[in-house]
């Protein structure tokens, strides 16, 4: 039921690019998109629908290939504030809940 | 608007001992969940409601109770704590659809347990 993620963890210099992958072996009506700071909540950052739809905001942006039931986070030209654990959410059951991937931790260096 | 609140933030209990954790959300939102995030192992759902007077089972149930009489509150019982249990547990709502609306699930500060 639980989403896969990679990679677990990326380190990255300021200004350089990551993609973060999700995948499910479930049909998918939407996937979400978290960040989680050490010893916070997870906040969002976008949600994909089934249909193709996309919201993103920033430098941050996202597809979803529903072929392959596959979530894609694209971070482009990263900032130390970026630096976190992201988790892919993912709802397959229609029910408004949510099955979360392992997490990819990612930090940013100058 | 406070969004989703918990309490307590941190609690320590001993094996065998019962608590309440208590979430609230002031969104009107009818679906809240309930999450323990473990390290490495993501947040996982123990149970949800889709409404008051309506709960069910996420995938990890066992040792936990919910119940929802009011849309606002939706308090995490432990029936008798075990080591097992140590973790941070996440409440979280949601609107209705959440498809249609574009929107997401909102999580609460988070609640540090241990059990000894």
């Known amino acids: 039921q639980q989403p896969v993620q990679s990679p677990q963890a990326v380190i990255l210099r300021e200004g350089e690019d990551a993609v973060i992958n999700c995948s499910s072996s479930?049909?998918?009506?939407?996937v979400h998109w978290y960040r989680q700071k050490h010893g916070e909540a997870p906040v969002f950052l976008m949600i994909l629908l089934k249909g193709g739809e996309q919201k993103g905001h920033d430098k941050i942006s996202a597809s979803f290939n529903e072929k392959k039931q596959q979530s894609s986070l694209y971070l482009t030209a990263s900032q130390l504030s970026y630096s976190g654990t992201y988790f892919c959410?993912?709802?397959?059951?229609?029910?408004?809940?949510?099955?979360f991937g392992t997490g990819t931790r990612l930090t940013v260096i100058p | 608007n406070a969004g989703v609140t918990q309490t307590p933030k941190f609690q320590v209990l001993k094996t065998g001992q019962s608590m309440t954790l208590q979430c609230a959300q002031d969104?009107?939102?009818?679906?809240m969940s309930w999450y323990r995030q473990d390290p490495g192992m993501g947040l996982r759902l123990i149970h949800y409601?889709?409404?008051?007077?309506?709960?069910d089972q996420g995938e990890v149930p066992n040792g936990y109770n919910v119940s929802r009489s009011t849309t606002e509150d939706f308090p995490l019982r432990l029936l008798s704590a075990a080591p097992s249990q140590t973790s941070v547990y996440f409440c979280?709502?949601?609107?209705?659809?959440?498809?249609?609306?574009?929107?997401?699930?909102?999580f609460g500060p988070g609640t540090r347990l241990t059990v000894l």
């Open positions: 959410g993912t709802d397959w059951t229609g029910a408004n809940n949510l099955f």
């Open positions: 979280a709502s949601s609107p209705a659809p959440w498809v249609a609306l574009y929107d997401t699930q909102y």
């Open positions: 969104m009107n939102h009818e679906y």
């Open positions: 409601s889709v409404g008051a007077g309506i709960t």
């Open positions: 479930k049909a998918l009506y939407s």
